[in-house]
C-alpha cells in the first residue's frame, strides 16, 4: 500500500472548481476500486467521483461546503501497490494569487466602510467569491483579517452569514451625516419552505444578474402562421424519418442562430473595459425541471447544425434534464439564451440575463387571432398564428439600434419559413 494525494478531478470543459456536498467514505475507511469517495457539485449538477482503485481514506483535507480549484488535494489516501497512479486525474496547481485592482465610487450606504484599493485574493477566496457571485469591487469592502489587511475564508463566510451587508453599496464619507435607514419589514408568518441548493444557486445568480447589468427589454410580434402549418403537416413524417420529435424549439434556434449571425455584436460578453464578440454560436435554452427549479442545458454550435442534429440535441438535452442526468459540460458555454415562456402560457416575458451573456430573448405563446394582411388588391382579416419577442439586454455592451436591429431579424427569419423546405 502506498500513500496518494486525490485531487479535485477536472470534471468537464471550463470547469474550474467544485463544491464537496459530502464525504461518502470516512477517514480510516477501506473502500474498493469504483467505490464514490465523495459527492462534488459544479454549478447546478453533481457529480459522484469514484476511487481509482481498493484502498484506504487516510484523511480528508476539505470539508462539506467547501469550494475547491480543480487540481487541489482534497483527500488523502492509501492505494495498492502499483495502483497510486492509476486511472488518478492529477490536474495542475490552481493559478496563482494575483492583485485586482478595484476603484472606489462614492455614493450612499447603510454603512460606512474602506475600500482596499491593493486587493489580494487567493485562490480560495477567489472560489468562494465565484461560488456566491461576489464582484471584486464588492470583495474589496470587506474587512480583512489576514497579514497586511488580506482577506481569509472567514473573513468571507462572516460577511455572508451578514447577509452581505456591502453588496449593493458603495464607500461612503465618514463626514455625511445621512445614513439609509435600516428598514425592518413584517415578513408574516406560515410555512417555512428552505430553498434547495439549486434554488439558491438560481437566487444568487438572478440578483447577480440584475445587479450587473442595466436591463433593458425589446419587444417585437411575429406572424409564425408558415412554420406553425409547416410543423403541423411535416412533426409525424419528420419523427419517422429521423427518428426526433419535431417540438418549436430548434425551429427557434435555428432563426435565432441564424440572427446572430448577421449580428455577431450580440453574441459577447464584457471583461472589464474589453467586449469578447464570442466566434462559436452556443445557444441555451431554459428549461423547466419536475421540481419546478430552472437549468439551461446548451446547444453547441447552433449555426452549424441542421434541422434534424437540431431536433436531436434539443430532445436529448430535454430527456437529460428531465432525468437529472446532465453533466457539467451539458450546461457550459452557452453565448445567447432562449426562455420559452409561452410553453407555460405567458403571452409574453422580461427575462433576466444569464451572465456573462449580453442578451436573452423570450419566446411567447403562439396564440391564433384575426390580423389585417395588406394585399394588392386591399386589407383583408385572417386567422394567423402569432408570437411575441422579448429581448432584455445588457444596456453596457447593446444600444437600441443594435437590438432592435437583431429582434427584428429573428422575427424576419420566423416569419420567411420557407414552407416548402426539405428535412
Do not use: C
Amino acid at each position: 500500500m502506498s500513500k496518494t494525494e486525490f485531487k479535485m478531478p477536472k470534471m468537464g470543459e471550463s470547469i474550474t472548481e467544485g463544491t464537496i456536498i459530502n464525504w461518502l467514505v470516512q477517514e480510516g475507511d477501506s473502500f474498493e476500486e469504483g467505490d464514490i469517495l465523495v459527492e462534488v457539485a459544479t454549478d447546478k449538477v453533481d457529480n459522484e467521483v469514484p476511487a481509482p482503485s481498493a484502498g484506504k481514506m487516510i484523511s480528508h483535507k476539505v470539508s462539506a461546503k467547501d469550494v475547491v480549484p480543480v487540481g487541489e488535494v482534497i483527500a488523502v489516501l492509501e492505494l495498492k501497490e502499483g495502483a497510486a497512479k492509476k486511472d488518478v486525474n492529477f490536474e495542475e496547481k490552481a493559478d496563482k494569487p494575483a492583485k485586482k485592482p478595484v476603484r472606489s465610487n462614492s455614493s450612499s450606504s447603510s454603512k460606512a466602510f474602506k475600500v482596499n484599493e491593493n486587493l489580494f485574493v487567493s485562490p480560495l477566496v477567489d472560489a468562494m467569491a465565484r461560488k456566491n457571485h461576489i464582484s471584486y469591487e464588492e470583495l474589496a469592502r470587506i474587512s480583512g483579517t489576514g497579514k497586511d489587511g488580506r482577506l481569509r475564508k472567514s473573513d468571507v463566510t462572516n460577511y455572508l452569514n451578514e447577509g452581505r451587508p456591502f453588496q449593493f453599496a458603495q464607500a461612503v464619507a465618514e463626514s455625511s451625516g445621512f445614513q439609509v435607514p435600516d428598514l425592518k419589514f413584517d415578513k408574516g408568518t406560515g410555512k417555512i419552505v428552505e430553498m434547495d441548493r439549486m434554488r439558491e444557486m438560481i437566487a444568487d445568480h438572478m440578483v447577480y444578474s440584475k445587479h450587473t447589468s442595466p436591463h433593458v427589454t425589446a419587444y417585437v410580434e411575429a406572424d409564425l402562421t408558415n412554420m406553425v402549418q409547416w410543423r403541423n403537416e411535416n412533426k409525424l413524417k419528420f419523427q419517422e424519418k429521423n427518428g426526433e420529435k419535431l417540438t418549436f424549439t430548434p425551429l427557434f434556434i435555428e432563426a435565432v442562430a441564424n440572427a446572430i449571425k448577421d449580428f455577431p455584436m450580440i453574441n459577447s460578453s464584457l471583461d472589464g473595459k474589453n467586449i469578447i464578440v464570442k466566434e462559436d454560436i452556443n445557444i441555451g435554452m431554459a428549461t423547466a425541471l419536475p421540481s419546478g427549479n430552472l437549468i439551461v442545458p446548451v446547444v453547441k454550435n447552433a449555426d452549424k447544425k441542421d434541422l434534424k442534429e437540431l431536433a436531436a440535441s434539443t430532445n436529448k438535452l430535454v430527456e437529460k434534464s428531465r432525468a437529472g442526468s446532465l453533466k457539467g459540460d451539458d450546461l457550459k458555454g452557452s453565448t445567447f439564451t432562449i426562455s420559452n415562456v409561452g410553453t407555460f402560457g405567458s403571452l409574453m416575458g422580461t427575462p433576466i440575463i444569464n451572465q456573462p451573456e449580453a442578451a436573452i430573448l423570450a419566446t411567447g405563446i403562439i396564440k391564433k387571432r384575426a390580423e389585417v394582411i395588406e394585399k394588392e388588391e386591399g386589407d383583408i382579416i385572417e386567422i394567423r398564428s402569432m408570437m411575441y419577442l422579448s429581448l432584455s439586454f445588457d444596456h453596457r455592451i447593446v444600444d437600441g439600434y443594435l437590438a432592435g436591429s437583431f429582434l427584428k431579424r429573428i422575427a424576419d427569419n420566423m416569419e420567411g419559413f420557407d414552407v416548402d423546405r426539405k428535412y
